[in-house]
């Protein structure tokens, strides 16, 4: 960032004399040379002075800024619009901290689905549960993938005649995570995966295997974290 330097004229001129040509042009030339190799400190800005008409497109990258050297002072009201930052070149440290609200983050991806209500049966391969199936789009941050109480009054549970009662994630058609239950209820909140995909748009489905299974009142989760 350039230093500021006062101006110093060479010459003063003084009322009722004659003005030397070259006297004066060395004032000029004063001047230019200032404004050319030091340019003008922000001591020599009028406060609020700087409009956004007064600033070129794209012209104020992040490394002209010295990093918390930018005042309310030095801004006009409005002054600094979405055209005047070059894309991608606010970095961290230019931004107090705490100063990001929830409200200016973007919204993050999440799905619920229904209830898978009671049902019971056996399976010798995964099986697509009931209603089980969510599809969301992801902005690239990792995926909360699990089960949750439907919100009624039976409890969440799933269950299983052996210890090789299990339930599986998919992310389309790909196996995720396999979890299984002991013998007896287990609540249902107990399977869930963090899941590291791509930004894109998936569907999430939770399976089913075991013998003389019992899925009772819960919903499949899918959020961004």
């Known amino acids: 960032m350039p ?6 004229y060479p010459y003063t001129l003084t009322n009722s004399t004659t003005a030397d040509a070259t006297e004066v042009q060395a ?3 004063a001047v230019s040379t ?3 190799s030091t340019g003008i400190g922000t001591n020599n800005i009028k406060d609020a002075s700087i409009t956004a008409a007064k600033m ?8 002209a800024i010295v990093d918390a050297n930018v005042t309310t002072a030095k801004l006009a009201t409005n002054a600094v619009t979405t055209v005047k930052i070059t894309d991608l070149n606010v970095t961290t440290a230019k931004i107090a901290d705490g100063a990001v609200t929830p409200a200016k983050k973007a919204v993050l991806g999440q799905q619920i689905s229904a209830s898978c209500g009671s049902a019971s049966g056996t399976s010798a391969s995964f099986t697509n549960i009931g209603n089980q199936t969510v599809t969301i789009t992801t902005t690239g941050r990792p995926v909360w993938v699990g089960l949750q109480a ?5 409890a969440a549970s799933i269950g299983g005649a052996s210890t090789t009662t299990a339930i599986r994630f998919q992310r389309d058609s790909t196996a995720i995570s396999v979890q299984y239950a002991v013998s007896g209820q287990v609540p249902a909140s107990a399977f869930w995966h963090i899941d590291t995909p791509a930004a894109g748009t998936y569907t999430y489905t939770a399976q089913a295997q075991g013998t003389s299974m019992t899925l009772q009142s819960f919903t499949l989760v899918a959020f961004e974290l």
Do not use: K
């Open 3 to 8: 230093t500021t330097t006062n101006l110093t």
């Open 27 to 29: 004032d000029f030339n």
């Open 34 to 36: 200032l404004l050319n």
């Open 56 to 63: 070129d497109t794209d012209s104020v990258a992040t490394a």
């Open 150 to 154: 439907d919100g009624g009054s039976t």
